[in-house]
DNA sequence: GTCTATACATAGATAGAC
DNA sequence: GTCTATCTATGTATAGAC
């Protein structure tokens, strides 16, 4: 998926991978919609768990920055978003995910927030968490397609703000 | 592709929308991917475009971020970067695009944190316009999924920050 | 420019033997 | 649990008639 893209995904390639033939696919996972939702539960379940070991630290803000900012990972992310865009399933199992991290990110950038003593009305602790993210995201998307032009300089950006929080 | 992701794009229905046979479009396209490329290059010419104008009007900022914040334009996006991932004729264009049109934002970025007060060399205009993409392409590709929960929070944090510039 | 005919490859999925 | 055999659908692409 990671290589090739979620249309590469068949139960031939996989089979092929794995030493076994492509029916045995089919025996573990009747559809292959069944198996995308396997994958995304069992990277779901990784994924929040190295989160919250992230967001327990001292410099949470900095672990949340680290991940979404790994290019492999969003490349994998953006291949689950267009499956979802045709894939149901998907799309309701990815809400959910979001909803937990959201969660998770927000009594954390809470505190954060508070204690450098920014208003959290201004400042909503899940609103900054989204643009926190999406900004590591848009980084790293541009890292996966080769692009580093302007990199430099927004991790300095970044880097100016996220040493307000976590020096 | 918008609907149906890119995996979708096949001759047969491209075909069957049109009303002809599946065979016509090999006739226009000999590959599906010298039909992506022309395709991509459509987007790419009609975005530029769109792209100049709003860079020329006395609200670039606003106007970027209202066409990077659209979720059909998201979704599309993501489903070309997906593309790329393993195309890589997709890829190169892509980024031939992304060059084109960080140049145009640039000029039009520097001028506007100048203007403003800004110091260049802390706030690059190029990571600058960049990161204020990525947060309009953040909360899109939410809103595609269904997922509003921190919008209008996030919207009226980036409205403080537009205002300063665009009163 | 559009069609019919056709080839060839690949994908998803099931049945049943071992 | 893994295999062989097999069906059926779908996709890309070419040749050649009109």
Same mark, same amino acid.
């Given at each position: 998926?990671?290589?090739?893209? $979620?249309?590469?995904?068949?139960?031939?390639?996989?089979?092929?991978?794995?030493?076994?033939?492509?029916?045995?696919?089919?025996? $573990?996972?009747?559809?292959?919609?069944?198996?995308?939702?396997?994958?995304?539960?069992?990277?779901?379940?990784? $994924?929040?768990?190295?989160?919250?070991?992230?967001?327990?630290?001292?410099?949470?803000?900095?672990?949340?920055?680290?991940?979404?900012?790994?290019?492999?990972?969003?490349?994998?992310?953006?291949?689950?978003?267009?499956?979802?865009?045709?894939?149901?399933?998907?799309?309701?199992?990815?809400?959910?995910?979001?909803?937990?991290?959201?969660?998770?990110?927000?009594?954390?950038?809470?505190?954060?927030?508070?204690?450098?003593?920014?208003?959290?009305?201004? $400042?909503?602790?899940?609103?900054?968490?989204?643009?926190?993210?999406?900004?590591?995201?848009?980084?790293?998307?541009?890292?996966?397609?080769?692009?580093?032009?302007?990199?430099?300089?927004?991790?300095?950006?970044?880097?100016?703000?996220?040493?307000?929080?976590?020096?």
């Amino acid at each position: 998926m990671r290589e090739q893209g $979620y249309a590469a995904v068949t139960s031939r390639r996989i089979a092929e991978r794995a030493g076994l033939k492509p029916q045995l696919v089919h025996y $573990y996972f009747r559809t292959m919609d069944e198996l995308f939702l396997a994958l995304l539960h069992r990277l779901t379940d990784a $994924y929040l768990v190295q989160f919250a070991r992230t967001l327990a630290s001292d410099t949470p803000l900095r672990g949340l920055w680290d991940i979404s900012s790994n290019p492999e990972t969003a490349a994998l992310t953006t291949e689950f978003l267009a499956l979802a865009n045709h894939r149901k399933d998907i799309g309701a199992e990815i809400i959910r995910l979001n909803r937990r991290m959201r969660s998770m990110q927000a009594e954390v950038f809470k505190q954060v927030l508070q204690s450098a003593g920014f208003d959290l009305e201004e $400042y909503p602790p899940e609103a900054v968490a989204v643009v926190l993210e999406s900004i590591a995201r848009g980084i790293a998307l541009e890292s996966a397609l080769g692009i580093t032009r302007s990199h430099a300089g927004m991790r300095a950006l970044v880097e100016r703000y996220l040493a307000k929080f976590e020096p």
